[in-house]
């Protein structure tokens, strides 16, 4: 209580929630994206001059039988949330909140939700990617990844209505499986890593024109991995046969090296991740029985995982830069210490091993905020 003073009860936190509606809802999605700008403009933003959103699903399992909760496709109970995760910083953008059975394919779920992601996204990189936008306009490129869950025309459609590139799944379906066969064997070539080492055992081969793709937009590609299968991966009569383990993808990117879009695509198992640290944050549990409160609930959520991404991302090096939520805790958070009686200033427990390592991120911090609040300040005064 010191340190944060009294602390609300039960029946305030409920009440508080329940004040909160659609009104609301959009203020924090406000908050959060004025809040990304200032930590982007901090050092927390990509390196680069690209951002890729990768867009997967969950599941979040309840044992009560709460609002839209429903038996999911996992044979579990509970709610089967849509994410858009930013690749580069870790950040959760948006997510929708769906009932457990809601599809994973549901086109006009991704739409809507890359829709509310692009929202979350500083200025300068929105620009030219509003529908029907100029390509000339685009200062910054945007690429969606999605896994064959998300392989719809509709949002295939939206992408290059919004000049942004797709990366995403593709089933093996009669039509790939015959273009494999009849793909001559020195047409593969050989997959890499992200160390830009060859792939062991692992080739990749290009299938655009083998394949019917002219329901795609103009321009789609598909790009084929087999690889020899590890013990214990599910394989299909066709895999089996082959002897490889067989994936694929289709994606609009051009004059790209098809070993290199194929490591770019198989890298959106960082999402996994960052779904992982978002339930370490909170969204594994929905302690609320309406679908409104824990809808709120989740965007809090993502609001504590952002909040740490920035944290680790400006004042952090090292291992701790990539730690997860409850390494963060065990070492940072959790540090003894205690007021003093006069002037409340927090000394820390100086034999604790990370103290000094606390102490510096929290410099790195001030000192990035710091210079932003002095460069606002003087491009302020040369508008005026």
């Given at each position: 209580?010191?340190?944060?003073?009294?602390?609300?009860?039960?029946?305030?936190?409920?009440?508080?929630?329940?004040?909160?509606?659609?009104?609301?809802?959009?203020?924090?999605?406000?908050?959060?994206?004025?809040?990304?700008?200032?930590?982007?403009?901090?050092?927390?933003?990509?390196?680069?001059?690209?951002?890729?959103?990768?867009?997967?699903?969950?599941?979040?399992?309840?044992?009560?039988?709460?609002?839209?909760?429903?038996?999911?496709?996992?044979?579990?109970?509970?709610?089967?949330?849509?994410?858009?995760?930013?690749?580069?910083?870790?950040?959760?953008?948006?997510?929708?909140?769906?009932?457990?059975?809601?599809?994973?394919?549901?086109?006009?779920?991704?739409?809507?939700?890359?829709?509310?992601?692009?929202?979350?996204?500083?200025?300068?990189?929105?620009?030219?990617?509003?529908?029907?936008?100029?390509?000339?306009?685009?200062?910054?490129?945007?690429?969606?990844?999605?896994?064959?869950?998300?392989?719809?025309?509709?949002?295939?459609?939206?992408?290059?209505?919004?000049?942004?590139?797709?990366?995403?799944?593709?089933?093996?379906?009669?039509?790939?499986?015959?273009?494999?066969?009849?793909?001559?064997?020195?047409?593969?070539?050989?997959?890499?890593?992200?160390?830009?080492?060859?792939?062991?055992?692992?080739?990749?081969?290009?299938?655009?024109?083998?394949?019917?793709?002219?329901?795609?937009?103009?321009?789609?590609?598909?790009?084929?991995?087999?690889?020899?299968?590890?013990?214990?991966?599910?394989?299909?009569?066709?895999?089996?046969?082959?002897?490889?383990?067989?994936?694929?993808?289709?994606?609009?990117?051009?004059?790209?090296?098809?070993?290199?879009?194929?490591?770019?695509?198989?890298?959106?198992?960082?999402?996994?991740?960052?779904?992982?640290?978002?339930?370490?944050?909170?969204?594994?549990?929905?302690?609320?029985?309406?679908?409104?409160?824990?809808?709120?609930?989740?965007?809090?959520?993502?609001?504590?995982?952002?909040?740490?991404?920035?944290?680790?991302?400006?004042?952090?090096?090292?291992?701790?830069?990539?730690?997860?939520?409850?390494?963060?805790?065990?070492?940072l958070l959790h540090v003894a210490a205690r007021i003093t009686p006069t002037g409340r200033r927090l000394r820390l427990d100086r034999h604790w091993p990370w103290t000094t390592a606390l102490l510096?991120?929290?410099?790195?911090?001030?000192?990035?905020?710091?210079?932003?609040?002095?460069?606002?300040?003087?491009?302020?005064?040369?508008?005026?």
């Open positions: 209580p010191t340190v944060f003073g009294p602390v609300a009860s039960e029946a305030t936190v409920w009440r508080t929630f329940d004040h909160v509606g659609s009104v609301e809802l959009r203020g924090i999605a406000a908050a959060r994206a004025a809040a990304r700008t200032r930590a982007w403009a901090a050092g927390a933003g990509p390196a680069g001059d690209e951002v890729i959103i990768d867009v997967d699903s969950t599941i979040i399992r309840t044992k009560a039988d709460k609002q839209d909760a429903a038996p999911t496709y996992k044979r579990t109970f509970g709610h089967h949330p849509l994410l858009a995760m930013c690749a580069e910083t870790d950040e959760v953008l948006a997510g929708i909140l769906r009932a457990g059975n809601a599809g994973a394919n549901t086109a006009i779920d991704h739409v809507q939700l890359l829709a509310d992601a692009l929202v979350q996204l500083p200025t300068v990189w929105r620009a030219g990617h509003n529908i029907g936008d100029d390509p000339a306009l685009v200062e910054r490129r945007i690429l969606v990844r999605a896994d064959s869950a998300g392989a719809s025309h509709w949002l295939a459609e939206e992408c290059v209505d919004r000049n942004i590139e797709f990366s995403l799944g593709y089933q093996i379906d009669e039509r790939v499986r015959d273009g494999v066969i009849g793909v001559p064997t020195g047409c593969w070539h050989p997959a890499v890593d992200a160390d830009s080492q060859r792939r062991d055992g692992a080739e990749v081969v290009e299938l655009t024109d083998f394949v019917n793709l002219d329901a795609w937009p103009t321009g789609t590609r598909l790009i084929v991995r087999r690889e020899r299968p590890h013990p214990g991966a599910q394989l299909s009569l066709f895999d089996t046969i082959e002897g490889f383990r067989h994936t694929a993808f289709i994606t609009n990117t051009a004059g790209y090296d098809i070993a290199a879009l194929e490591l770019r695509q198989r890298q959106r198992a960082r999402a996994e991740n960052i779904i992982r640290d978002a339930k370490a944050t909170g969204l594994a549990n929905l302690p609320f029985d309406d679908i409104v409160n824990n809808d709120v609930w989740m965007q809090l959520c993502f609001t504590a995982n952002d909040l740490l991404a920035w944290a680790q991302h400006i004042g952090c090096v090292g291992q701790l830069r990539r730690a997860t939520p409850k390494t963060i805790r065990h070492r510096d991120a929290i410099t790195r911090v001030r000192t990035a905020f710091a210079s932003l609040s002095v460069t606002t300040t003087t491009a302020a005064q040369a508008a005026l």
